[in-house]
């Protein structure tokens, strides 16, 4: 009985993207990702992320990560339609993986209806969407390590050119970033989320 779990990270931030990762494993080794201490990524270190991540490729017998950019976010925002996004990129891990049931932490409010628009888009795959599945199931807490590993890497990459602290717009570090980036040069990154009301807000303050 092949399982797959699925999440996203970097939902929530104002630049970079937003990265979905999926695992398939046997049920029966589900036990190896408890016992190695896999939890949802929000509740580890980045440090026991990483060495997390290298354990976690070793067990399961496949897995798959997509980063969807933000210009594609901007473009699905426009048309209110990031959860149809969201879960078009989820049919693709799904299909990919292609396991009997596929456990997804839902990011629309109604966890029933984004469960049923990814298994219409994967050729109607077995799809158990929840909230908070990342806490729920460990199949699901090894999908976030793997996605929130993937944006940090990617986020660390830009850091080498950009202080552009963690992305989100709580942090004071990015926003400074942003609106003396636009200040300076009249225009946006192409990393920035240009459709985010705090991007906007800074748009239209300058």
């Not at 490729?57 to 897995?63: F, G, S």
């Not at 202080?163 to 400074?176: E, F, I, M, R």
Request: proline residues 3%; glycine residues 4%; hydrophobic residues 35%.
């Amino acid at each position: 009985m092949q399982i797959c779990g699925i999440d996203d990270a970097g939902r929530g931030s104002m630049l970079g993207p937003l990265v979905i990762a999926g695992v398939s494993l046997d049920k029966k080794n589900l036990r190896k990702l408890s016992s190695l201490g896999v939890k949802d990524s929000k509740k580890l270190s980045p440090k026991l992320r990483e060495y997390l991540y290298k354990k976690i490729i070793e067990i399961v017998d496949d897995y798959y990560i997509v980063k969807i950019s933000p210009r594609s976010i901007d473009a699905s925002v426009k048309k209110h339609h990031l959860n149809n996004l969201e879960a078009k990129y989820m049919a693709k891990v799904v299909s990919k993986l292609n396991a009997d049931t596929s456990y997804v932490d839902s990011c629309d409010v109604n966890p029933r209806r984004f469960g049923k628009e990814i298994s219409k888009l994967s050729n109607n795959h077995k799809i158990k969407s929840y909230h908070y599945a990342d806490s729920r199931f460990v199949v699901v807490s090894t999908a976030s390590i793997l996605a929130k590993v993937a944006r940090d890497r990617t986020i660390t990459k830009l850091r080498k050119n950009h202080d552009l602290g963690s992305g989100y717009p709580s942090d004071s570090v990015s926003v400074k970033f942003v609106t003396k980036y636009y200040k300076k040069n009249h225009t946006m990154p192409n990393f920035v989320r240009k459709s985010w009301k705090p991007i906007l807000k800074i748009l239209d303050n300058n």
